[in-house]
């Protein structure tokens, strides 16, 4: 009977679709294999099952069910007794596994045994029982399908393993459920680099966090550079004309409590490297200074210098290298 129940449970690993209706009627046609102490003939099955199909519940079906055979034969010492025999029960079913329109499922249930009254050894009995089915869903309301149930009686622990093939029939279409439709998404401007201009005009999109940029995206820098009142040459002395200059930086930190400024002092390549790397640390200094004096905190201005190393304009022309003789203001939040 194990080595059965084993192969219908190898004919069944495929798999099935839920049901597009609220009831189903199964008329079925089927056998019994009853377990050979019990001393009954293997024989047919009738049957009918009226299920309801659930939702929301851990089971997927509750079914009762009916099964008629019109010839049930004991044989007692030689001697053959028949009879007419009913199972009536009630199950649950629980989809397993589904693939396309196929469906492995299982089941567990109760039942009651209404044997021929003529039987000497096998009596009226309550019984449980547990199964597997394959489901072939072949219409939304036709369904095909295939079952083996292991029926465990409650007197002695005796077994009868049905096997039964089965036309499904829906009834009571379910309503489709109500999709609200997707609320359409608003264009989302993109900021990358979190710099507060959008990807689209950003022209420096890799901005580190936390830099002041300007209104193409790129770090906003005030150079301290009027070609008319410059640093001079070999000189770090601040002008009158070259603070008006430099009020311009106190003001914009003034209106930005938040920031901080970094002071980058450059000079041209005239001179020895060494003498130019100091003297351009001197105009960052100076630069500084007089921010204090324009009531900027000293302890949100930070200095370096770069000496001749970072021209932006040739340094063999008089105008390049007054050019390159500066300051640099740069920010961060």
């Known amino acids: 009977m194990k080595k059965i129940a084993l192969a219908m449970v190898a004919a069944s690993a495929l798999f099935a679709a839920n049901s597009a209706y609220n ?16 001393d009954i003939d293997e ?28 010839k049930v034969k004991e044989t007692i010492n030689n001697v053959d007794r028949e009879g007419r025999a ?68 409650f007197r002695h622990g005796d077994h009868n393993l049905f096997y039964s093939l089965g036309f499904g029939i829906g009834l009571g279409a379910k309503a489709a459920p109500v999709v609200a439709a997707a609320p359409v998404a608003a264009p989302v401007d993109l900021d990358d680099d979190k710099d ?26 005030i150079v301290l550079r009027d070609l008319g009142v410059n640093f001079a040459f070999d000189s770090y002395k601040v002008s009158e004309s070259y603070a008006k200059e430099i009020k311009k930086v106190a003001d914009f930190m003034a209106e930005n409590s938040n920031y901080t400024v970094a002071l980058a002092g450059h000079t041209d390549s005239v001179g020895k490297e060494a003498y130019n790397q100091k003297l351009s640390e001197k105009r960052a200094n100076a ?31 008089k105008a390049g290298r007054a050019e390159n003789r500066r300051v640099e203001a740069t920010f961060k939040k």
Do not use: M, W
């Open 287 to 317: 630069v500084a200074k007089t921010l204090e004096k324009f009531g900027v905190s000293a302890d949100r201005i930070t200095t370096v210098g770069y000496g001749e190393t970072r021209p932006i304009a040739d340094n063999k022309t």
């Open 23 to 38: 009831y189903e009627i199964t008329p079925t046609v089927g056998g019994v294999h009853p377990e050979g102490n019990l």
């Open 196 to 221: 507060g201009v959008l990807n689209d005009v950003d022209q420096c999109p890799n901005t580190p966090l936390g830099v002041v940029v300007d209104e193409t995206g790129c770090e906003k820098v």
């Open 43 to 70: 024989h047919l099955t009738l049957g009918l099952r009226a299920a309801k199909n659930l939702e929301g519940l851990f089971f997927d079906q509750f079914e009762l069910g009916a099964d008629y055979s019109h």
């Open 86 to 153: 009913v199972r009536y029960f009630a199950n649950v079913t629980k989809d397993i596994v589904e693939f396309g329109k196929f469906s492995l499922y299982g089941l567990a249930g109760l039942g009651y045994e209404d044997l021929p009254k003529q039987f000497i050894d096998n009596k009226d009995a309550g019984f449980g029982q547990y199964g597997l089915g394959l489901r072939y869903q072949v219409t939304d309301v036709f369904a095909l399908k295939a079952e083996a149930r292991d029926a465990i009686k």
